[in-house]
C-alpha cells in the first residue's frame, strides 16, 4: 500500500527524519514507506514499526483514506459498530465523503474464505 500511495501522491511532505524499526535501507519499498510518512497517510505503529509485510486492515485503510482526504475533524454520520473504536472518526469521515457505506457484506466470511488460497479440509476428518 505504501508503494502504491507513494507514486500516486502529490501530497506535501514534512521534512522530518522518519525511520522504522523493521524497515531497513534495502527494504525494496524504503523509498515509498518514507515518503507516505513524511506526507502523514501512514505513520506506523506505537513500537516505532512499520510492519510492511503485514495485511492492511479496513480500519488503517479508512484511516489512510481520511488523511488523503485532509482530516477534515467535521463528523459524518455516525457507523454501526464503530462507537469507541481507534479509527471512528476516520470511518465517519470517509463515510460523509461517499467513499464507503459501512456495510459488511452478508457473505463476508464466505468470501473471505473463498479468496484465500488453501486446501480445504472437512471438519469430521
Known amino acids: 500500500m505504501a508503494a502504491l500511495?507513494?507514486?500516486v501522491s502529490k501530497i506535501a511532505m514534512n521534512e522530518v527524519n522518519?525511520?522504522?524499526t523493521d524497515v531497513s535501507s534495502t527494504n525494496w519499498a524504503n523509498?515509498?514507506?518514507?515518503?507516505?510518512?513524511k506526507m502523514g497517510l501512514m505513520v506506523g505503529y506505537t513500537d516505532r514499526s512499520f510492519r510492511p509485510e503485514q495485511v492492511i486492515t479496513h480500519a488503517e485503510m479508512v484511516?489512510?483514506?481520511s488523511s488523503w482526504l485532509g482530516n477534515d475533524q467535521s463528523r459524518g454520520d455516525?457507523?454501526?459498530n464503530t462507537e469507541g473504536h481507534?479509527?471512528?472518526s476516520a470511518m465517519e469521515l470517509v463515510k460523509a465523503a461517499g467513499i464507503i457505506s459501512g456495510d459488511t457484506h452478508w457473505a463476508f466470511?464466505?468470501?473471505?474464505e473463498a479468496s484465500i488460497d488453501h486446501?480445504?479440509?472437512d471438519a469430521t476428518e
Do not use: N
Not at 31 to 37: L, N
Open 31 to 37: 523509498k515509498e514507506i518514507e515518503e507516505v510518512s
Open 5 to 7: 500511495l507513494g507514486r
Open 63 to 65: 484511516v489512510i483514506l
Open 119 to 121: 486446501e480445504h479440509k
Open 18 to 20: 522518519i525511520s522504522y
Open 109 to 112: 466470511e464466505q468470501i473471505q
Open 78 to 80: 455516525s457507523l454501526p
Open 86 to 88: 481507534w479509527a471512528q
